[in-house]
């Protein structure tokens, strides 16, 4: 191997290991800021007829942590979770973003930054060991060719 | 005498049938009208996301005591109508590969026996129909019944009215329906589904 290819492959490698370090570690503070935007929620369809029975709106589903950050689309709080009117965002073409859909993203997220990390320390591995082997062999023929 | 007596008898029956007839009254689930009020939906609780479809598309009949707490039941819902929020998603969800709502237009359930728990919440054992597939299943069911009144017409309906809601899981696989490996910790293998529905006195 060419010793400007060395050179490149010690770059690529260097770069892989510190960008898939840096990635997965940012993770947990990409998560972070995700989750302080994400309010339990539930969707509901809200109708004139909801207080015949005394009932609330009909769910629509079951509460999820979402990031809405629409405030016309929330009617309300039940029990600490947020309504939001489904038919509103439905007519604003908003489909909210759930923090589970975020958290398994970002999963495979790291699961691949640790892997482009890994890669990099392996290149970075294995060119250390063909210059250092290269650098033993060198100093053999050094220690041959002195005269005895 | 014995002709006179037998008469007797059919007209004595006949007069419990009518009174019985009379007692059970028939609710329609007036689509046209009122189909906006009528929720029903279907959940998949999956790794990826949880995702909910739903329709108006809900059509049928209740015939409900309100006394004897008796009743029977047709519910049936368009599945074409089933919207996820993502149109690429309803077209997956009503091909073939899926509910293929072109060959089985229809979710029925029908009701063939009811039991009264406690207030207005009924157990309602009946045939349940997805995909083709017919199955007896037991669900939770609550009624609810307002007379005519200003309170409906506040509420904008004409005569007596009934609420029913309920809620149940259904495996998917048990209806025909195979999640595709493509779709794996996208779509659960079991559903919740769910229904609100009133219907009017007719």
Known sequence: M?????????????????????????????????EAKSILTQ?????????????????????????IEDPKAVVGTKDGVRLVNDAYLQSHHIYPLQLKTV???LENARTGFVAVCAFGWLILLLIYRKQRREQLKAEALTTDSEPS | MKIQKTLSVLAI????????????HKFEIDAKTFGYRNVASIESVADFETFTGKTNGVTGYIAFNSKTKVGSGKIVVDPKSIDTGIPLRNEHMQSAGWLDTTKYPEIVFEAAKVQAIKGNDYKVTGSFTLHGVTKKITVPVTV???????ANKAAGFEGDIVRLTTKFNIVLADYGITIPQMAAGKVAKDVTISLSTYAISK
């Open chain 1, 2 to 34: 060419g010793l400007k290819l060395q050179k490149l492959f010690k770059g690529v490698g260097m770069a892989a290991a510190i960008l898939g370090a840096l990635g997965a570690l940012s993770i947990p503070f990409v998560h972070q800021s995700y």
């Open chain 1, 43 to 67: 969707r509901v369809q809200v109708d004139s007829a909801d207080k015949l029975f005394n009932d609330g709106p009909t769910a629509i589903g079951s509460p999820q942590k979402m990031i």
């Open chain 1, 103 to 105: 958290d398994f993203t």
């Open chain 2, 13 to 24: 029956a006949s007069a419990f049938a009518s009174i019985a007839s009379a007692q059970q």
């Open chain 2, 144 to 150: 609810r019944y307002s007379a005519a009144g200003p």
